[in-house]
C-alpha cells in the first residue's frame, strides 16, 4: 500500500492543497451570490477534495509512468515507486484507470456542465508528462487545465 500512496503523493499533500483552494475560493464566491446553505456548502466542497485527491493522484501517477526512464537517473526522483521497482508499469498503469474511473464519481455528483470543463483539463494533465520532452516550460500544459 505504501507504494500506491507515494505514487499518488499523498505522503507530500502540500500540491493537494493548491490544487484545492481555487475550488474553495471559487465555491466560497459561488455561496455567496447564490446565498448557499453552509451544508450546501460544505458538501461540493468535500466532492471536489475527493474529485481533487483522485484526479491528482492519476496525475502523479501517470507522470511517473511517463517519466519512469527518467526518474531512474535523477537523484531527486531515483526513491519514487515505479523508479525503484517497488510497482511495475503495468501495475501503474492499471492503477491510473482505477483512479480515472473513481474521478468519474466527482463528475456524477457535480452539474453536468462541469464535465465540458473536465475534458480538456484531463486532456491537459495527460499531455503535462509529454509536454516536457518538447518544452523547458511544462508548467503551462499543466497551468492551463487549473485555469
Known amino acids: 500500500m505504501a507504494p500506491y500512496i507515494q505514487l499518488m503523493r499523498l505522503d507530500r499533500p ?4 493548491y490544487f484545492w483552494y481555487p475550488h474553495v475560493y471559487g465555491t ?3 455561496a455567496i451570490s447564490r446565498r448557499s446553505s453552509l451544508d450546501e456548502l460544505l458538501s461540493v466542497n468535500l466532492i471536489l477534495l475527493w474529485g481533487v485527491l483522485i484526479v491528482r493522484g492519476a496525475t502523479c501517477t ?14 531527486r526522483c531515483r526513491t519514487r515507486p515505479l523508479a525503484r521497482g517497488a510497482i511495475s508499469v503495468t501495475q501503474a498503469n492499471l492503477f491510473t484507470a482505477a483512479q480515472t474511473l473513481a474521478s468519474l464519481t466527482t463528475l456524477v455528483a457535480l452539474p453536468r456542465l ?3 470543463y473536465a475534458a480538456p483539463a484531463v486532456l491537459g494533465w495527460f499531455c503535462y508528462p509529454l509536454a516536457k ?10 497551468g492551463f487545465p487549473m485555469a
Open 28 to 30: 466560497l464566491w459561488a
Open 14 to 17: 502540500s500540491g493537494y492543497w
Open 114 to 116: 462541469c464535465t465540458v
Open 133 to 142: 520532452r518538447i518544452t523547458y516550460y511544462p508548467q503551462v500544459v499543466l
Open 62 to 75: 501517470w507522470n511517473d509512468t511517463v517519466d519512469v526512464d527518467f526518474d531512474r537517473k535523477v537523484s
